[in-house]
Nanobody, 124 residues
Framework: QLQASGGGLVQPGGSLRLSCVAS????????VAWFRQAPGKEREGVSC????????VYADSVKGRFTISRSFDENTVYLQMNSLKPEDTAVYYC???????????????????WGRGTLVTVSS
């Protein structure tokens, strides 16, 4: 089971850190990705971390602003989001499957296991 958390309301230019915690299996074995879905839009890939913490992928829209990282001890993957923009507003999901490397671009249908989303709202 995956659980995403850390969303909230933040002003433009602000920061949030999302967490994706796994229970029942070790995230360290698998790639983990973050996706987001804004109202009326398709789900899009944001970032991905390969099983070893490498093979990192970022969508062009978040490069230089978002950072994905892992805590192997805590079985958690983080998404640090800085310089947030109103267009970052969406429900954010974490997902994984039984592969190790991240593809670019990220495609939702490749991922088997999804956590419940967490809402990020960027607004003044």
């Amino acid at each position: 089971q995956l659980q995403a958390s850390g969303g909230g309301l933040v002003q433009p230019g602000g920061s949030l850190r999302l967490s994706c915690v796994a229970s029942g299996f070790p995230l360290s074995y698998y790639r983990v990705a973050w996706f987001r879905q804004a109202p009326g839009k398709e789900r899009e890939g944001v970032s991905c971390s390969g099983s070893s913490g490498g093979s990192i992928v970022y969508a062009d829209s978040v490069k230089g602003r978002f950072t994905i990282s892992r805590s192997f001890d805590e079985n958690t993957v983080y998404l640090q989001m800085n310089s947030l923009k109103p267009e970052d507003t969406a429900v954010y999901y974490c997902a994984t499957d039984k592969t190790t490397m991240c593809d670019d671009p990220l495609t939702p249908h490749e991922f088997d296991f999804w956590g419940r989303g967490t809402l990020v709202t960027v607004s003044s």
